[in-house]
């Protein structure tokens, strides 16, 4: 089969494929962006209570996304030419119309105190909530920053609320696609220089990689079009990092075993049939583990994680391919100059053999049992760390890295206005009980009294339902709100015959933390459990699948340790997202196993040939420096999520490019080695080779 990909006529052929591929690809890719749904109902569960006031509210108005404005003077109260310029901003916002700015349903302005007391006004405007409403909410919210002008003189002005929190997301989101791919491939080509030395190879997986990219964003596309696949900023910024660290990694796993076969054979086309024939079923192995581990995510009740899965899995399915076909086609085509100025000639010595890796295996063969046992004491101390973890969520004052107008607007607003207003709490109920529903909402701990109200531009009536609106006497995306909106859904859920729902921005992120809670107790076990089975079917045996899928968790556990450490006590930050420990370990565990699918299968191979205790020193040797370069660049692309200015993403990436490095450097150079070369044959129970080798 190997021929078909690296044949002396069949790599032209491969390469005419993926050509006519790029050149179908390229326009659909770049339309990606534009089928992204970064809405709210493309996060939330579908079952979750806020998804079905979301739904129903349509009914009664065109669902809106609230913009305030505040107008602050924080020295004194408010003079006369304040409220002069209050009123001018005010009457030009009302004037302002658009696809998205209803300035006509603008409202306010709402003073703080009453009279010449007043130190701040806030006016409240409705924008219309669609999907393009997204990426063109920066555009909005500085035509409304243009009517009302800037603050001077101790007279402040921002536009704050959920729009505006949202329109520096938005911004912060705009240029992800391009900073990760440039910052990925940087990091790819420093790793191959360092790695091969060669300024020309690494042209050959950068190619690979960039055409697999855009191949997998124009399927992706095409799915997002036609069939409904939903696709977000996170997915896609992911899916970035995904298929330039995974192909890349599989890119150098064939370079290196195609370097030892051109030192053997003198045809290089007979040199990478051989290499792909030995290489190629770990490949297969890692990629698949990788999507069908994506896969699983279709299981999470999260929209946004489930979104996630399909994206990521055709992202690796597509790179799996592409470093199975195109690159090999491309090394052939391109001979052996490639690796110019250390070209493999046959019968040149390979240096893996007395190098890094082949010393430090035979160390750790003097005493294998005290290393492992030494090696896993420490990586359970670091894992302590893991009390440290605040995997609570982050409220808008805590996502950013540094504090935008909006944010600050936000707490500006807290001192003068109920902390609440501008993200109102939503309660939909029957009609005939609408008044005890109200009187339930109005009497609950952390309403503010007096506030449940029809709001204006709302249908009073649909469907035997009405709507009104309350607001919170805390920060709308605070746990105090939270458990404000947990509590009237308690009191409306009492009142009989009601059929009251509670929605608004609070309460989808309350259902959004109770869905990723979840998640975690569902995925994470179905991720091990799919793994295991992969390592079971790939090395035929029992123990060693357990053996590895041990040290992963103990690897991933350590990584989280340390980064919560990190996170208190260098970056300072506040805390975790609630998915933050679900994402790192399916990062972690599909993709870190690939090293350890690596050296296993190497070990299995030599162990069939010289012995398990031989062959685990053989295999270290052989896959040492490959899969270290490898570490290397996937730790270094998903480090690149740091690029981005928002805590979670940056939290991500430190913890998976943590967790890489770990796996590279100690799991598998020091705790894997150890343990093979401690329980010896017996690693690869029941299969015969245990036995056959045992009697070796």
Request: negative net charge.
């Amino acid at each position: 089969m190997a021929w078909l990909v690296c044949g002396p006529r069949a790599k032209w052929l491969v390469l005419v494929f993926w050509l006519i591929v790029l050149v179908l690809a390229a326009p659909l890719a770049s339309k990606l962006a534009d089928k992204q749904d970064n809405t709210a109902s493309s996060w939330v569960p579908r079952s979750a209570e806020s998804t079905r006031v979301l739904d129903t509210s349509e009914g009664f108005r065109p669902e809106t996304m609230p913009m305030v404005i505040l107008f602050a003077r924080e020295d004194g109260p408010l003079t006369e030419r304040d409220r002069a310029r209050i009123a001018d901003g005010v009457a030009e916002v009302k004037q302002l119309r658009s696809h998205f700015i209803r300035g006509d349903e603008t409202r306010g302005p709402a003073f703080d105190k009453p009279g010449a007391k007043a130190r701040a006004a806030q006016v409240y405007v409705p924008l219309t909530m669609d999907n393009d409403l997204w990426n063109d909410l920066p555009e909005a919210v500085d035509d409304v920053k243009d009517k009302v002008g800037d603050g001077e003189d101790g007279f402040a002005v921002y536009v704050t609320g959920p729009a505006g929190v949202s329109a520096d997301l938005s911004e912060a989101f705009a240029e992800i696609d391009s900073t990760l791919l440039l910052t990925a491939g940087a990091v790819v080509v420093v790793a191959l220089l360092i790695t091969y030395r060669s300024p020309i190879l690494l042209f050959v997986p950068l190619i690979s990689a960039f055409v697999s990219l855009y191949a997998a964003q124009a399927l992706i596309y095409l799915l997002a079009e036609h069939a409904d696949l939903t696709v977000n900023g996170q997915s896609a910024g992911i899916l970035t990092v995904l298929v330039f660290g995974a192909g890349t990694d599989y890119a150098l796993l064939l370079v290196a075993r195609y370097r030892e076969e051109l030192r053997r054979h003198s045809d290089r086309h007979e040199a990478m049939a051989l290499a792909l024939h030995r290489a190629g079923p770990a490949v297969l192995a890692s990629g698949a583990t990788v999507v069908l581990s994506m896969l699983v995510l279709l299981a999470a009740e999260m929209n946004s994680t489930r979104g996630l899965g399909p994206v990521a899995a055709i992202g690796v399915a597509v790179a799996v391919l592409a470093m199975l076909s195109l690159f090999p086609a491309l090394l052939v085509i391109c001979g052996r100059w490639l690796f110019w100025p250390l070209v493999p000639h046959e019968g040149s010595a390979d240096p893996a053999e007395q190098g890094l890796w082949a010393r430090m295996g035979r160390r750790i063969a003097d005493r294998p049992r005290k290393t492992w046992i030494v090696t896993s004491l420490a990586l359970a101390a670091l894992a302590l760390g893991l009390l440290q973890l605040r995997a609570a969520g982050v409220s808008n004052e805590e996502s950013f890295i540094d504090k935008p107008d909006s944010v600050t607007g936000q707490e500006v607003k807290a001192d003068f206005f109920p902390a609440g207003t501008g993200d109102p709490m939503v309660v939909i109920a029957d009609k005939a009980r609408a008044e005890e529903v109200s009187r339930a909402v109005d009497n609950t701990r952390g309403v503010q009294k007096g506030s449940v109200a029809v709001p204006p531009g709302t249908k009073p009536e649909h469907d035997g339902k009405v709507l009104v609106e309350a607001i919170l006497t805390d920060p709308a995306d605070g746990k105090a709100a939270k458990d404000t909106v947990e509590r009237v859904r308690d009191a409306v859920h009492a009142v009989p015959d009601a059929d009251a729902h509670v929605g608004g921005g609070t309460a989808t992120l309350l259902d959004m933390d109770k869905a990723t809670i979840r998640d975690d107790k569902l995925v994470i076990p179905l991720v091990l459990l799919v793994v295991l089975l992969i390592l079971g079917a790939l090395l035929r045996a029992v123990v060693a699948p357990l053996l590895l899928i041990a040290t992963v968790i103990l690897s991933f556990s350590a990584a989280l340790g340390i980064s919560a450490l990190v996170f208190r006590h260098v970056f300072d930050f506040p805390g975790e997202s609630t998915d933050f420990p679900l994402f790192v370990f399916v990062f972690l565990v599909a993709l870190g196993i690939d090293y350890n699918i690596f050296l296993s299968t190497r070990i299995r191979e030599e162990a069939a040939r010289q012995g398990t205790r031989p062959g685990v020193l053989t295999g270290l040797s052989a896959t040492g420096a490959v899969i270290t370069s490898a570490g290397l660049v996937l730790a270094g692309t998903f480090a690149a999520l740091a690029t981005i200015p928002m805590v979670a993403f940056v939290e991500i990436g430190f913890a998976v490019a943590l967790g890489v490095l770990l796996d590279t450097f100690i799991v598998r150079s020091v705790l894997v080695t150890s343990l093979f070369l401690d329980v010896g044959p017996k690693v690869w129970w029941p299969h015969a080779l245990a036995r056959e080798d045992a009697r070796r």
